[in-house]
Antibody, heavy 116, light 110 residues
Framework: EVHLVESGGGLVQPGGSLRLSCAAS????????MNWVRQAPGKGLEWVSY????????YYADSVNGRFTISRDNAKNSLYLQMNSLRAEDTAVYYC??????????WGQGTLVTLS | QSALTQPRSVSGSPGQSVTISCTGT?????????VSWYQQHPGKAPKLMIY???KWPSGVPDRFSGSKSGNTASLTISGLQAEDEADYYC??????????FGGGTKLTVL
């Protein structure tokens, strides 16, 4: 069974940094591209970033480009999101999600990042 | 990367059918057959319900169906059940490994 567990969220001041992690199990992590998707409180979903299985291809939403860095460690079955220069509008639940074809198929339960 | 347009809310009685629309542009919905739909209950993670416009993931009942015409995709839920009450989001591939979501639609089962 696919299992994704995000961690690293918390309360941070504007301008600060935070590193999110996503621990994967139940599938061959190194064979799958991964994504981060976020959801501001009471708002809709927003795609944040994509990383291919080998880390050779990386893309970001315009809203985070230049401030966030996605990475992965296939040996540790882990996905990361380094968030710098955080803004109030970055307050959200951050989900990691697997991708099959061009569809987000499995999602973690999310970790909350709050700017205050 | 503008959000896709969905109605804020729809409603229906048990047993009835409802359709949720999702309007984008030729750069996303209209340009690719990679529209997916997600169901989200309060406090829970999104769940994939439809992918590639009209395909069902394993375990999703065929009461849920998807379609697309031009720049607009649609999710139809037939035989409404109480447990279908949730938020629904459409999502479209937008090229160059980027995606765009809709603003979400709250489904109320009366």
């Amino acid at each position: 069974e696919v299992h994704l567990v995000e961690s690293g969220g918390g309360l941070v001041q504007p301008g600060g940094s935070l590193r999110l992690s996503c621990a994967a199990s139940g599938f061959t992590f190194s064979s799958y591209s991964m994504n981060w998707v976020r959801q501001a409180p009471g708002k809709g979903l927003e795609w944040v970033s994509y990383i291919s299985s080998s880390s050779s291809t990386i893309y970001y939403a315009d809203s985070v480009n230049g401030r966030f860095t996605i990475s992965r460690d296939n040996a540790k079955n882990s996905l990361y999101l380094q968030m710098n220069s955080l803004r109030a509008e970055d307050t959200a639940v951050y989900y990691c999600a697997t991708i099959s074809g061009l569809t987000f198929d499995y999602w973690g339960q999310g970790t909350l990042v709050t700017l205050s | 990367q503008s959000a896709l347009t969905q109605p804020r809310s729809v409603s229906g009685s048990p047993g009835q059918s409802v359709t949720i629309s999702c309007t984008g542009t030729s750069s996303d919905v209209g340009g690719y057959n990679y529209v997916s739909w997600y169901q989200q209950h309060p406090g829970k993670a999104p769940k994939l319900m439809i992918y590639d416009v009209s395909k069902w993931p394993s375990g999703v009942p065929d009461r849920f169906s998807g379609s697309k015409s031009g720049n607009t995709a649609s999710l139809t839920i037939s035989g409404l059940q109480a447990e279908d009450e949730a938020d629904y989001y459409c999502c479209s591939y937008a090229g160059s490994y980027t995606w765009v979501f809709g603003g979400g639609t709250k489904l109320t089962v009366l």
